[in-house]
């Protein structure tokens, strides 16, 4: 498939270990989180969600943390497999406004 | 299988050649929305419609055109395409454009404009 993102922050864990991928959002009055992953060739698939609301919300094998004091996001996968290697997007909305979505942040995966 | 379908895929095309990227989802949708992904970039929304008849400007949507007649359909027009136009383009839906909906992406539609 092909890069999406080629200047990407690249985190990079073993097989095995938890990674934690950090976004910092822009908007103080944005009130809904979501987490997409991108494989390569493949569109943005939806992870998680948190609303504002919420500090914390768990699915299965991923936590979400949300600081609304420093506008800061992060997504935590525990157990990482390889299957998780992709591009992680952070995105925010407000009400029925625009969605924004962040940089993007490269995970791969070690054997 | 609810799903978000672009066409085409892949387009290779030169500057000032109209063309439309058609985006449909079987999914009953109100909530409809378009971004083009650059490298560096991430993604930018570029026009979103939160019904049949509705759509809205997103961050960048300088040279771009869409339309809504029905739920279904959101196609994406370039009227002009000019080379800056060049990118990776997205379709995606969600049940509405309120809170707690995230979207469904369509497979991504690469644009080249010489």
């Known amino acids: 498939g092909e890069s999406v993102g080629l200047h990407l922050p690249t985190l990079s864990v073993q097989e095995g270990d938890n990674s934690i991928i950090n976004c910092a959002y822009s908007?103080?009055?944005?009130?809904?989180f979501i987490w997409y992953k991108q494989e390569s060739g493949k569109g943005p698939q939806f992870i998680i969600d948190i609303r504002s609301n919420m500090d914390k919300r768990q699915g299965q094998r991923v936590t979400v943390l949300l600081n609304k004091t420093v506008k800061h996001l992060s997504l935590q996968i525990a157990a990482t497999q390889p299957g998780d290697s992709a591009v992680y997007f952070c995105a925010e909305k407000t009400s029925y406004d625009k969605v924004i979505f962040g940089p993007g942040t490269s995970l791969s995966v070690i054997p | 299988e609810a799903q978000v379908t672009q066409n085409p895929r892949y387009l290779i095309t030169v500057t000032g050649k109209k063309l439309t990227v058609t985006c449909s989802q079987n999914m009953n949708h109100e909530y409809m929305s378009w971004y083009r992904q650059d490298p560096g970039l991430g993604l930018r929304q570029i026009y979103y419609s939160m019904n049949v008849e509705v759509t809205d400007k997103g961050d960048v949507p300088e040279g771009y055109k869409v339309s809504r007649k029905e739920k279904r359909n959101f196609p994406l027009i370039l009227e002009s395409p000019s080379p800056n136009q060049t990118s990776l383009y997205f379709c995606a839906s969600s049940l509405s454009g309120g809170l707690g909906q995230p979207q469904h992406f369509g497979d991504g539609t690469r644009l080249s404009i010489l």
């Open positions: 908007n103080s009055a944005s009130d809904y």
